[in-house]
């Protein structure tokens, strides 16, 4: 085979794309993963990371169990990235627990197999000692344990060990056309390569069209139709945790809403609207934001006090069924094999899903890859670790042999595992490089430096969802150009470059900035337009912001 001739091309790298570019790696397939924007830069990093029991589902026993077998892969592949977070479901009155109380025993059914205890009913005394802020008035409250991870992480092992296995992984090429013949199905692909901005093209046998809510327009570049069904959700972003568990509880309309301590901050969420927006140009709105915050007040009286820092928004790729509310929308998923439902060869597309279960979709279709060319590989995915997850690490005896705070190292390890043995070696040579540049998450020159180096990212935007860099309450102000500065440096940017790229990071963050602002946040949005303005000049930037190689051209 020539440098451009694949057996599979996956398009789309959120959850779904970088676990089949895994996959058919390891299987031995010569695959390429191609990517408009960054790694884990669409659906998936605007969902809440829960890898969840399937609890939501209780009516769904087989997507319960299939959840719940995943939660038992993904703790034993990528454990260094999973935390777990106890939930409690506080009770005002008793109709709260009675209405429907089959889904504790669903959960019970699975709690051994995920290693957590079975669902607990609390005393009020018992959950106000766990939760100081709930209403004091509560009756009884529900407790249970669910697994959380950085998705973005997640994203990012997945294609690092593709790559490990021999994939390529290309970022910032979008699928522009698909090449098919009535004899063969597909055979190429055309992409644009939105950093040099170069039309590419590569031959291929199969391509796997991962591409969540955009699936349908991937399936429309080579003729044949996708239905799906688009829904949106957005989460509202709090500066810090400010709840010592997650909290959950039945918003005005029934469902079930959230408030989970995440990372260095909490998660307000979800809502779900069915919608024909266009995905790229989402926003949360003012009525979903209401509606949040006072379905969480009923349990939370303080909540109004806490500092937003920000929204985000993104789109389901559902299953697309009709006649039903979203919430009986089956949360499986779907392969649509377009040789059977078209008669073109080759071409494979999702609908539906969720993260949790993005291995297991990943080993369906690169099993059905295998069976159509008579290849008998087994699965292993669910065995072999994730880079960084090799061993355990010693934090303590780290911070103490290189001198750096045990929380920075500690937050480290929860992003890297293993791996950060390589970013404290770049200290030894350069000790200077051991200085915090983001002090919020926090996050020293060296892993910048590291991430750069081996993580593939282009932008200030990429660094942050490697890094969580200009995620914390300041929102970047006091990072973004430090980490550009070395980025810049890193990559051989120019000034035009340079400026380009923060002016990108705060419009990204201004996205999910705006609809969130009130209260407190605008006092601080205040004091971030004032030193980008009045200390860094940018307002009278003379930036030529469509400069851009990805603005012109297509
Ligand atoms: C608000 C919200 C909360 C959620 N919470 C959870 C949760 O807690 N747990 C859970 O398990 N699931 C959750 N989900 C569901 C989960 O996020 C999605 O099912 C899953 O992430 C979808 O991943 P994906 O890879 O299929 O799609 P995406 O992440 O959207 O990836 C598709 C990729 O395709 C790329 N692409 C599109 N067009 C092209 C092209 N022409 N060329 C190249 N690339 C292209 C896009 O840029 C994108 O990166 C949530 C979803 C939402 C919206």
């Given at each position: 085979?020539?440098?451009?001739?694949?057996?599979?091309?996956?398009?789309?790298?959120?959850?779904?794309?970088?676990?089949?570019?895994?996959?058919?790696?390891?299987?031995?397939?010569?695959?390429?993963?191609?990517?408009?924007?960054?790694?884990?830069?669409?659906?998936?990093?605007?969902?809440?990371?829960?890898?969840?029991?399937?609890?939501?589902?209780?009516s769904?026993?087989?997507?319960?169990?299939l959840?719940?077998?995943e939660?038992?892969?993904?703790?034993?592949?990528?454990?260094?990235?999973?935390?777990?977070?106890?939930?409690?479901?506080?009770?005002?009155?008793?109709?709260?627990?009675?209405?429907?109380?089959?889904?504790?025993?669903?959960?019970?059914?699975?709690?051994?197999?995920?290693?957590?205890?079975?669902?607990?009913?609390?005393?009020?005394?018992?959950?106000?000692?766990?939760?100081?802020?709930?209403?004091?008035?509560?009756?009884?409250?529900?407790?249970?344990?669910?697994?959380?991870?950085?998705p973005?992480?997640?994203?990012?092992?997945?294609?690092?060990?593709?790559?490990?296995?021999?994939?390529?992984?290309r970022?910032?090429?979008?699928?522009?056309?698909?090449?098919?013949?009535?004899?063969?199905g597909?055979?190429?692909?055309?992409?644009?390569?939105?950093?040099?901005?170069v039309?590419?093209?590569?031959?291929?046998?199969?391509?796997?069209n991962?591409?969540?809510?955009?699936a349908?327009?991937?399936?429309?570049?080579?003729?044949?139709?996708?239905?799906?069904?688009?829904?949106?959700?957005?989460?509202?972003?709090?500066?810090?945790?400010?709840?010592?568990?997650g909290?959950?509880?039945?918003?005005?309309?029934g469902?079930?809403?959230?408030?989970?301590?995440?990372?260095?901050?909490?998660?307000?969420?979800?809502?779900?609207?069915?919608?024909?927006?266009?995905?790229?140009?989402?926003?949360?709105?003012?009525?979903?934001?209401?509606?949040?915050?006072?379905s969480i007040?009923?349990?939370?009286?303080?909540?109004r006090?806490?500092?937003?820092?920000?929204?985000?928004s993104?789109?389901?790729?559902?299953v697309?069924?009709?006649?039903?509310?979203?919430g009986?929308?089956?949360?499986?998923?779907?392969?649509?094999?377009?040789?059977?439902?078209?008669?073109?060869k080759?071409?494979?597309?999702?609908?539906?899903?969720?993260l949790?279960?993005?291995?297991?979709?990943?080993?369906?279709?690169?099993?059905?890859?295998?069976?159509?060319?008579?290849l008998?590989?087994?699965?292993?995915?669910?065995?072999?670790?994730l880079?960084?997850?090799?061993?355990?690490?010693?934090v303590l005896?780290?911070s103490?042999e290189?001198?750096?705070?045990?929380h920075?190292?500690?937050?480290?390890?929860?992003?890297?595992?293993?791996?950060?043995?390589?970013?404290?070696?770049?200290?030894?040579?350069?000790?200077?490089?051991?200085?915090?540049?983001?002090?919020?998450?926090?996050?020293?020159?060296?892993e910048?430096?590291?991430?750069?180096r081996?993580?593939?990212?282009?932008t200030?935007?990429d660094?942050?969802?490697r890094?969580?860099?200009g995620?914390?309450?300041?929102q970047?102000?006091?990072?973004?150009?430090?980490?550009?500065?070395?980025?810049?440096?890193?990559?051989?940017?120019?000034?035009?470059?340079?400026?380009?790229?923060?002016?990108?990071?705060?419009?990204?963050?201004?996205?999910?900035?705006?609809?969130?602002?009130?209260?407190?946040?605008?006092?601080?949005?205040?004091?971030?337009?004032?030193?980008?303005?009045?200390?860094?000049?940018?307002?009278q930037?003379?930036?030529?912001?469509?400069?851009?190689?990805?603005?012109?051209?297509?």
């Amino acid at each position: 085979m020539t440098e451009s001739e694949f057996d599979v091309v996956v398009i789309g790298a959120g959850s779904t794309g970088t676990a089949v570019a895994r996959d058919c790696a390891i299987r031995g397939l010569k695959t390429i993963l191609l990517e408009r924007d960054d790694i884990a830069s669409a659906t998936v990093g605007t969902c809440a990371g829960m890898i969840s029991s399937g609890l939501k589902y209780s009516s769904e026993p087989e997507i319960m169990a299939l959840c719940s077998r995943e939660v038992v892969h993904l703790n034993r592949i990528a454990r260094h990235i999973i935390m777990k977070n106890p939930i409690l479901a506080p009770l005002l009155d008793l109709s709260d627990a009675a209405s429907d109380s089959s889904y504790v025993d669903s959960y019970s059914e699975h709690a051994e197999e995920r290693d957590v205890p079975s669902m607990l009913f609390l005393t009020p005394d018992a959950s106000l000692e766990i939760e100081p802020s709930l209403h004091q008035d509560i009756i009884a409250s529900v407790y249970y344990e669910e697994f959380f991870l950085d998705p973005f992480r997640l994203c990012l092992l997945q294609a690092l060990d593709a790559k490990r296995h021999g994939a390529k992984v290309r970022t910032y090429c979008e699928v522009i056309d698909i090449e098919t013949d009535p004899e063969h199905g597909v055979k190429g692909i055309v992409f644009y390569d939105r950093a040099s901005g170069v039309k590419d093209r590569v031959t291929t046998r199969f391509i796997v069209n991962a591409t969540g809510p955009w699936a349908h327009k991937i399936a429309k570049q080579a003729d044949v139709g996708l239905a799906i069904r688009l829904n949106k959700g957005a989460h509202v972003i709090f500066d810090r945790r400010i709840v010592n568990v997650g909290i959950t509880v039945k918003a005005i309309d029934g469902r079930w809403i959230y408030l989970f301590p995440h990372e260095n901050t909490t998660l307000l969420g979800t809502t779900a609207l069915d919608t024909w927006e266009d995905p790229d140009t989402l926003v949360a709105s003012f009525d979903e934001i209401e509606y949040l915050l006072q379905s969480i007040e009923t349990v939370l009286p303080s909540i109004r006090k806490a500092r937003i820092i920000r929204t985000m928004s993104g789109v389901r790729p559902l299953v697309p069924e009709w006649k039903i509310p979203e919430g009986k929308v089956t949360r499986g998923y779907q392969i649509i094999d377009h040789e059977s439902t078209d008669g073109l060869k080759g071409l494979i597309s999702f609908t539906g899903g969720k993260l949790v279960m993005c291995r297991d979709m990943a080993e369906a279709v690169t099993d059905l890859i295998c069976k159509k060319i008579g290849l008998e590989v087994a699965c292993t995915t669910h065995e072999k670790p994730l880079p960084g997850n090799e061993d355990d690490v010693d934090v303590l005896a780290l911070s103490k042999e290189y001198g750096i705070s045990l929380h920075a190292l500690e937050r480290m390890r929860a992003r890297r595992g293993t791996e950060m043995l390589k970013v404290l070696e770049l200290t030894k040579e350069h000790p200077q490089w051991k200085t915090t540049i983001c002090t919020c998450e926090p996050v020293i020159e060296a892993e910048i430096r590291y991430a750069i180096r081996e993580e593939f990212p282009k932008t200030l935007n990429d660094l942050r969802r490697r890094l969580r860099l200009g995620t914390g309450p300041c929102q970047g102000t006091f990072c973004t150009y430090k980490a550009a500065a070395i980025l810049s440096e890193e990559l051989d940017l120019g000034g035009d470059d340079f400026l380009v790229d923060i002016l990108d990071f705060r419009s990204e963050r201004w996205k999910g900035i705006r609809p969130s602002m009130r209260g407190e946040q605008l006092a601080q949005e205040e004091l971030a337009q004032g030193m980008y303005a009045c200390v860094a000049n940018l307002d009278q930037s003379d930036v030529d912001y469509d400069l851009k190689p990805w603005e012109e051209g297509l």
